[in-house]
Antibody, heavy 123, light 107 residues
Framework: QLQLQESGPGLVKPSETLSLTCTVSGGSISSTNYYWGWIRQPPGKGLEWIGSIYYTGSPFYNPSLKSRVTISVDTSENQFSLKLSSVTAADTAVYFC???????????????WGQGTLVTVSS | DIQMTQFPTSLSASVGDRVTIACRASQSIGNYLNWYQQKPGKAPKLLIYVVSSLQRGVPSRFSGSGSGTDFTLTISSLQPEDFATYFCQQSYNIPYTFGQGTSLGIK
């Protein structure tokens, strides 16, 4: 059974870079038909897709965050990572990693998800 | 960006009730529509993908319908474990966007 687990600092200072890693277990990150992605949820609010990546690279991002986001993949470690630069309090959220399933010429959905990790931006 | 609007934003219902949650897209998204369930402190869980395909392991009391701009999630007979928040999500265009959520509580 595929499982995803986020890891990284729970507290980041304003203007610094948030860095998280998602470790995939129970399956290969190099599988076809699957992308890998990050979604966040500010406390008490809705869900925002941050970006996704295929195992060969070529990430794609939410335009609203594109200037500050980098997503990368490490197939040797079965991991993918998120970096979000110049963070502010507005970036405080639970960050989820998830597999983005891609079938039948572009139909995509997120499943499964990691448990999520709360990142607080504060000095 | 495609805006996804859910209604109602919250509702109260009783065990055994039939419940319908609506989701409207700001433009046509064909059938690129998925539904998730989220319980407090947990990650969202996929219920339905491509409008009406039930994810493996999800009870058959959940169903989805719609196309274009208007979609619905129906729970035919509410069970205690169904009280949660439900989100729709479009995958027609980047950025992928979610509805604001519908909180389903106990009456």
């Amino acid at each position: 059974q595929l499982q995803l687990q986020e890891s990284g600092p729970g507290l980041v200072k304003p203007s610094e870079t948030l860095s998280l890693t998602c470790t995939v277990s129970g399956g290969s990150i190099s599988s076809t038909n699957y992308y890998w992605g990050w979604i966040r949820q500010p406390p008490g609010k809705g869900l925002e897709w941050i970006g996704s990546i295929y195992y060969t690279g070529s990430p794609f991002y939410n335009p609203s965050l594109k200037s500050r986001v980098t997503i990368s993949v490490d197939t040797s470690e079965n991991q993918f990572s998120l970096k979000l630069s110049s963070v502010t309090a507005a970036d405080t959220a639970v960050y989820f990693c998830a597999r983005l399933n891609d079938f039948w010429s572009g139909y995509r959905w997120f499943d499964p998800w990691g448990q999520g990790t709360l990142v607080t931006v504060s000095s | 960006d495609i805006q996804m609007t859910q209604f109602p934003t919250s509702l109260s219902a009783s065990v055994g009730d039939r419940v319908t949650i609506a989701c409207r897209a700001s433009q046509s998204i064909g059938n690129y529509l998925n539904w998730y369930q989220q319980k407090p402190g947990k990650a969202p869980k996929l219920l339905i993908y491509v409008v009406s395909s039930l994810q493996r392991g999800v009870p058959s009391r959940f169903s989805g319908s719609g196309s274009g701009t208007d979609f619905t999630l129906t729970i035919s007979s509410l069970q205690p474990e169904d009280f949660a928040t439900y989100f729709c999500q479009q995958s027609y265009n980047i950025p992928y966007t979610f509805g604001q959520g519908t909180s389903l509580g106990i009456k």
